[in-house]
């Protein structure tokens, strides 16, 4: 239906902000619900080790990666968004190093031992499966994928459509804590009955998805943020912080 010829522009322009906000949340909220299901599947202590503990992130990320690929396809922002230039693997490479000793940091003052401590980021490894089996480095391959997917989701998709309605910065902080918040389902099942909820997961998805989020932003472009953020997630998982 047409909005009445006599409608001021202002509450047509009031009325589209409006829509173009519930279009954002709705779109955000869906898929933080999508990853906290597929977070919570993979983590469950009866996948824990298991060969296919990534394959429900998979599969949800598969399928919302092909979402978002679409929905850029449909506002004619693909190319520009996933278009390669020269310095991408070694913009990605460099923040993948970073973080990854910002990690290797943490780990040293919170969870190393002595520290009961050591629990969380343990039973986090152990989730994963042990670094010797058989077939190691194939799920690493896929570690890479499935966070490469991630990255395309959270910053080609919902910090893309919450800029829009709350503008850069508050988008960028929006999609950080929501990333966070698909990770919650961790804090209890990588927690421990002796140190409490394990926080790590939830923390990393913050901190970093703020990085994450300031790398797509910088080049406006999500192959930098692509590969920092594969990179590092293959790089945590082939080269484990801790080992049992």
Excluded: C, K
Aim: net charge negative; hydrophobic share 55%; aromatic share 10%.
């Amino acid at each position: 239906m047409s909005e009445p010829e006599d409608t001021p522009p202002a509450v047509v322009e009031e009325e589209m902000r409006d829509a173009t906000l519930r279009e954002a949340l709705l779109v955000a909220g869906s898929v933080t619900a999508a990853s906290a299901l597929a977070v919570a599947t993979a983590f469950s202590p009866e996948r824990a080790g298991g060969p296919w503990m990534l394959g429900s992130m998979g599969l949800v990320y598969a399928a919302l990666g092909a979402w978002t690929v679409l929905r850029l396809r449909q506002r004619g922002e693909l190319y520009d968004q996933l278009r390669p230039a020269a310095g991408d693997l070694s913009i990605g490479a460099i923040v993948a190093g970073v973080l990854y000793g910002v990690a290797m940091a943490v780990h040293i003052l919170v969870t190393s031992p002595p520290s009961p401590r050591v629990a969380w980021i343990m039973r986090l490894y152990l989730a994963l499966g042990d670094p010797a089996a058989e077939g190691r480095h194939l799920v690493g391959g896929v570690v890479f994928v499935v966070a490469a997917l991630e990255e395309l989701v959270w910053r080609g998709l919902v910090m893309r459509v919450l800029t829009e309605p709350l503008g850069p910065i508050r988008a960028w902080l929006v999609q950080a804590f929501l990333f966070a918040l698909a990770h919650v389902p961790t804090m209890f099942l990588l927690g421990d009955p002796a140190v409490g909820p394990n926080p790590l997961l939830v923390l990393a998805g913050f901190s970093y998805s703020l990085v994450w989020g300031r790398v797509a932003m910088r080049w406006d472009r999500l192959p930098p943020a692509l590969f920092a953020h594969a990179l590092f997630t293959w790089g945590a998982f082939e080269f484990p912080i801790w080992r049992p």
